[in-house]
């Protein structure tokens, strides 16, 4: 018997060491997508937004967003019946319909994301991308009191002092932009350092409350990421075409729906309704260090992408304010030490809200990442 145990011990430890290798691939995996899907989402946006030519309807392309993730989320449920049509179909109707008390508990953090993603076009079209990079990480700052507030969570030591780095390093920042406005804004007409400054710090707050109350919701009911998502979807959707009636109605009447659309701006559209979803797809794979190393890094490549393709310029005040910004967003990603005390958020907010609904980590990572993509993040 004992001879038994030990080669069948023998025979697991290749195996066990197989497993650890293929995870630790997949966690750097996950840090690249979680990396390139940060940067590359304000670059482009960037970008588009500042290309010579015909401009397309902000509005119009978060609506665009909000149809493609709810399809997005409608198709990952139909996998999940089996592709069963006639089985989701009374699941969604159930859901949605019959349950409508608690569809409608989904209208304020969807009305808030929306107004978040037009927002974000609109601080990202004023600021230079590396200055919305580092000054949007107010949002850690802005859903870490929400949750002290709203939730009655403790944050530990360690905690509260990154998010004093973090606001200190943002102020450095935009000291270092109000001083140099010329060089950081393009002398375009259409661009204005003010706006772009309320509309990010506006953005951060709306993230935070709506980050926590979407956290508060999914504690309090057993629906799955999928159909809450269907569920933002589907306001986010009645929303944003009110806002696009509201805001440009006219002009889209006069010019269509698609107005001013390039293959960059689908890209943009795209990276914004799949973003999220990939993310929360792969980053059950990482863990908190990770996650927080990942948000720091893509810091550093839009600022550096900033410089090739925006001519942004680096002085050391930016320098240090970012690094402040870097090294809190890490600083607070570290896992809580032993007997810190169960209601300390050890994880970054970076990504609006985390579910207790999952009973594994890798559960727990895809919830606190989902609601990412029905912000832009």
Known sequence: MGAGNHSQALAEKP????????????????????????????????YVRTLPGDRFFTTSAV??????????????????????????????VDAVLVQYKDTLKMAVPSLIYTLQNNLQYIAISNLPAATFQVTYQLKILTTALFSVLM??????????????????????????????K?????????????????????????????????????????????VRNVQLGIFGTSLGMLGLWWNDGAAVAEHGFLFGYTNMVWCVIFNQAFGGLLVAVVVKYADNILKGFA??????????????????????????GA??????????????????????SSSPPSTSSSSTAASTKGGDELEAFLPKSVLVK
Not at 72 to 91: A, G, M, P, W, Y
């Open 15 to 46: 195996a066990t060491r197989s497993q650890n290798e293929v995870n630790r691939k997949l966690k750097y995996a996950s840090l690249a997508v979680l990396v390139i899907q940060n940067a590359s989402l304000i670059l482009s946006i960037r």
């Open 63 to 92: 609506v665009m967003a909000e149809v493609l993730k709810v399809l997005t989320c409608v198709i990952i449920i139909l996998l999940e019946k089996r592709l069963n049509v006639k089985e989701t179909s009374l699941f969604l």
């Open 151 to 180: 939730l009655r969570k403790t944050l530990t030591r360690v905690q509260w002092v990154s998010l004093l780095l973090l606001f200190m390093g943002v102020a450095i920042v935009q000291v270092q932009q109000e001083g140099n």
């Open 182 to 226: 010329e060089a950081s804004v393009s002398d375009a007409s259409n661009q204005n350092y003010v706006v772009g400054l309320v509309a990010v710090v506006i953005s951060c707050l709306s993230s935070g409350f709506a980050g926590v109350y979407f956290e508060k919701i999914l504690k309090g009911s057993s629906a799955s990421v999928w």
């Open 295 to 320: 948000t720091s890094f893509s810091i550093i490549v839009s600022t550096v992408m900033s410089i090739y393709l925006f001519a942004f310029h680096v002085d050391l005040l930016f320098t240090a």
């Open 323 to 344: 690094g402040l910004v870097i090294g809190a967003v890490y600083m607070y990603s570290l896992p809580k030490a032993p007997g810190g005390g169960s209601g300390s």
